[in-house]
DNA sequence: TAGTGGTCTAGACCACAGC
DNA sequence: CTGTGGTCTAGACCACTAT
């Protein structure tokens, strides 16, 4: 299959290029990395373009800039996970609870105008689509809404998810750059309540979660739980 | 040319003004706002400078674009940081919105069997307990019961609360040492729901928290949210 | 002083939406 | 078709850092 003419900008480029450098460990924590005139004559563009991957990184905390001086690979900043990506079967487990998942649904489906947005994609183009309800001693406790981005994990479609989750698969597949989340309180639809086994338009705790890999959106998945039965908790 | 004039760059100046529109009013959810060429004439400006000035306010999620149609208002949700140690006031406040609280019960009174186990104390100790609605331009977000430990917080019951949010008094008169957390969905009560405008039983967002502080617990607070207007959110 | 980033210009071509 | 945003150029002047 040859690659599409998927027109990638010149600047998009050349923060996939310093990302993979800084990924691949060529420039470390506080390194400097080239000037703007330098990638601008490494890429044959103005300095311009060169300007705005450079800033994009900068203001997503990669980069660190220094008038007068140069251009730094920002500290890389621990912060505690309230919500962690850990995965929901290594969670029952430590519980000392019984973890089983169902794979309800597995499709290419293209691109909605809603599930565009957060990939930064178009309407049409192709992703990757999964519905897994995950048990917990043979009760529901989560429904696993997961798109996924080929260009990501191509081989996304050829797991099986009964032996790993995907969560699990795509955190050795893509190294992660970083999560959006946000935590919701939603009545259950109709489908959402049957998978969980409760009422439709009973409270669902829905945890919704974007991530980022290779500068670009890798998975945007939506979990919703039985609000009856299940909490997010944590201490600091 | 005042040495002492401080440059704001064009750019800012003109996010400045676009955020100051929106903020005003005179721009409203799913609006369209001027194209860039009528910004660049308006402010004497060329296209490139807006565009930087757009272009940033779409990645904070303020605004978005469609590529031959135009700019719009993004529509905004209520949001909060998960890292809640933060003053919902504060936060409010933040966001360009107005803050407003209402006192519903302030009161002594003494710790139930369920209210004795998180504090520690035995059943029929003396505690403080106020119950306070929150409001987002005028839209309730918050309910917040909340029980204070006296032997932390003595003076709790002399607090104007309507200048000072409790949660901005304990975090002002008692180090915090550590904070447990839940969060979970639940239908809304009745007394609840009233407060919160919503029907009974419909879905909130409802956050536990338990300070420690001096070695004992300090405060133990329930925070409902409307499910359908409020999230919590962040990113790493 | 030489090199860096910070900002800005006045054009340009393109893809796309809406009429 | 016109008007919109998306991108890019080849310069420019400035403030700042390092030598």
């Known amino acids: 299959m040859g690659a599409a003419d998927i027109e990638v900008p010149v600047f998009q480029r050349i923060k996939d290029y310093l990302l993979a450098q800084i990924q691949a460990g060529h420039w470390k924590e506080g390194d400097a990395i080239?000037?703007?005139?330098?990638?601008?004559?490494?890429?044959?563009?103005s300095r311009?373009?060169?300007?705005?991957?450079?800033?994009?990184?900068?203001?997503?905390?990669?980069?660190?800039?220094?008038?007068?001086?140069?251009?730094?690979?920002a500290q890389h900043k621990y912060q505690s996970t309230l919500v962690a990506i850990k995965s929901i079967a290594e969670e029952v487990r430590g519980r000392g609870h019984r973890h089983r998942s169902e794979l309800h649904l597995l499709e290419r489906a293209k691109a909605s105008e809603i599930?565009?947005?957060?990939?930064?994609?178009?309407?049409?183009?192709?992703?990757?689509?999964?519905?897994?309800v995950h048990f917990e001693n043979e009760v529901p406790i989560q429904v696993e809404d997961r798109w996924v981005n080929p260009a990501v994990a191509p081989d996304y479609m050829e797991q099986d998810f009964s032996s790993m989750t995907p969560n699990e698969y795509l955190m050795a597949a893509a190294p992660l750059q970083g999560v959006q989340y946000s935590i919701e309180a939603l009545?259950?639809?109709?489908?959402?309540?049957?998978?969980?086994?409760?009422?439709p338009k009973d409270a669902c705790l829905?945890?919704?979660r974007r991530t980022l890999s290779q500068g670009q959106a890798a998975t945007v998945v939506t979990m919703w739980h039985p609000g009856s039965r299940y909490q997010f908790a944590g201490s600091f």
Chains 1, 2 share one sequence.
């Open 34 to 45: 080239p000037s703007e005139q330098e990638l601008a004559r490494q890429f044959g563009v």
């Open 48 to 73: 311009m373009t060169v300007n705005r991957a450079v800033r994009e990184l900068t203001a997503d905390q990669i980069l660190t800039r220094v008038q007068g001086s140069g251009t730094y690979v």
């Open 187 to 199: 009545p259950a639809p109709r489908d959402i309540a049957a998978m969980l086994q409760m009422q």
């Open 206 to 208: 829905v945890l919704k």
């Open 115 to 132: 599930m565009a947005a957060p990939f930064g994609v178009k309407p049409g183009y192709a992703l990757f689509h999964s519905v897994i």
